[in-house]
């Protein structure tokens, strides 16, 4: 099942208002697998947990990162790791792994720690609200400067947020084009789209280029200069990891302190655990030092998962859902809709992180970080840092709704957002 050929005109233009509400409405008028009337092979939206794990895991070989999503997304990062659809991606993937490892990541929990205390130094010292969505932004940059680069981003904070937020849109808006423009064609937005690029290659080949000068260290640049890729290759994992790693945390925290703005007593409970927690916290073992706050943020990012869908394509002949499906059959898996099934989840809007005190193994209808050969390398990283930051915060101030509240809506650019921003009523406490 799936619309007909006559509403995709319809559909296109919900499509760029409101992706999240179209997905919910298709899913709900046409079950947990709906096909998509475009031309050449199928488009399927898979909200079965089968299929899902079948796509991203058990046939993963088979299903590439050769999708529009992720085109359009190569266009700014190049072929780092989120968008390649290479085999090589692996070798990349290798070499920036020890970045990512244990020991490693429990080093730079201090460097978050400092890094939020910065943030916090502006912070009032009386009741306001505040938008916290441009806070998060700016200290989730910092993060990866200070844990991953060893560099200062603050200096070039304003021309890089500005440069990764203007090349997210117009991402966006390529990957939601009707008509695909290629690439060399002067329009607007590919003009666009090469001054954001610019601005990006001339920060990180700078960052590349003052490092080659001293020894090479353990952060992520020390490893990739070590690893022996070209400069451009490098300069394509920067980025990666710019963008992937700090709209998503970023994203991910303002929505967190929203929920627990809304609830207080949750909030209590984090504040709690910060408190009676004697050492600092260990960035890869949140669940067991911090399982409240851990469940906390667990449950927020099956609420609000900021990558809220991914996509593959298929390589060859395959058989999804009972269904054969011919080589180049894209499939779209949406997170959203599948942390909204009342199958797995009763009660789905609420915001319950009770769910997630017991510990179940991975599952294909909880996926915020993906499943599969292509899960998130910062996954660990990602969680150990939004605690470390929840502590941080709640340990000095309390949060509130402020008067007249509602709840800003998710604006899905390529991670879900808060629309309008975030604000909060702060309290030092
Ligand atoms: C991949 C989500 C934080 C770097 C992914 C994927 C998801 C995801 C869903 C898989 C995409 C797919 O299968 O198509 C998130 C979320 C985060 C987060 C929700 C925070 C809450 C980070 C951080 C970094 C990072 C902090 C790095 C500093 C990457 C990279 C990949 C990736 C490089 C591609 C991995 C590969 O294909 O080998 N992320 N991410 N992410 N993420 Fe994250």
Redesign the pocket.
């Known amino acids: 099942p799936g619309p007909a050929a006559r509403d995709m005109m319809r559909g296109f233009r919900m499509i760029r208002a409101n992706p999240l509400r179209y997905l919910e409405q298709t899913r709900a008028r046409y079950g947990d697998l709906v096909a998509f009337p475009v031309p050449g092979p199928p488009a399927l939206l898979l909200s079965d947990p089968d299929d899902v794990r079948q796509v ?1 895991q058990t046939s993963a070989r088979h299903w590439t ?1 050769d999708t529009v999503q992720y085109r359009a997304l190569g266009r700014v990062t190049g072929p ?3 968008a ?1 659809s290479e085999p090589n ?1 692996i070798e990349h ?1 290798r070499a ?1 792994a020890p970045a990512f490892h244990h020991q490693r990541l429990d080093a730079v929990g201090a460097q978050i720690a400092d890094a939020t205390d910065a943030a916090l130094k502006d912070w009032p010292s009386a009741p306001q609200v505040l938008d916290v969505a441009p806070l998060t932004l700016q200290l989730a940059m910092d993060v ?1 400067g200070r844990t ?1 680069l060893s560099a200062d981003l603050s200096i070039h904070a304003q021309r890089l947020l500005e440069a990764t937020n203007s090349a997210a849109k117009l991402i966006v808006r390529l990957g939601r084009a009707v008509v695909p423009v290629p690439p060399s064609w002067p329009t607007p937005l590919n003009r666009r789209l090469a001054t954001a690029r610019r601005n990006l290659d001339a920060l990180c080949l700078d960052l590349i280029e003052t490092r080659r000068g001293t020894a090479a260290g353990d952060d992520l640049l020390g490893l990739l200069i070590d690893s022996g890729l070209s400069d451009q290759e490098i300069r394509d994992e920067l980025v ?2 710019i963008v ?2 700090h709209e ?2 970023a994203a ?1 925290l303002a929505w967190t302190l929203m929920l627990l703005a809304e609830d207080e007593s949750a909030q209590e409970r984090v504040r709690a655990e910060a408190r009676g927690l004697t050492g600092p916290v260990c960035m890869t073992a949140t669940a067991g030092q911090a399982p409240w706050t851990r469940a906390v943020v667990d449950e927020t ?1 099956r609420l609000y ?3 809220w869908v ?2 593959r394509r298929s390589r060859q002949p395959d058989r999804i859902g009972g269904h054969d499906v011919p080589p180049g059959t894209t499939a779209i898996i949406s ?1 959203w809709l599948l942390h909204r099934r009342t199958e797995s989840w009763p009660a789905p809007e609420d915001f319950r992180p009770e769910r997630f005190l017991q510990q179940s193994g991975p599952r294909a209808d909880y ?4 499943i599969g050969p ?6 660990e ?2 969680l150990g ?2 605690v470390i930051v929840l502590f941080r915060i709640l340990a000095d101030y309390r949060l509130q709704v402020p008067a007249g509240w509602s709840r800003p809506r998710p604006e899905a650019l390529i991670a879900a957002h808060p629309h309008g921003g975030m604000p909060l009523t702060v309290t030092p406490v």
């Open positions: 991203l990162k780092g790791l989120l390649s991606w993937r920036a990866v991953l990666t990891m992937a790693g998503t945390v991910s990012l998962p900021p990558a991914i996509s997170p996926l915020p970080f993906g292509r899960l998130c390398i910062g996954r990283f990602a840092e939004m």
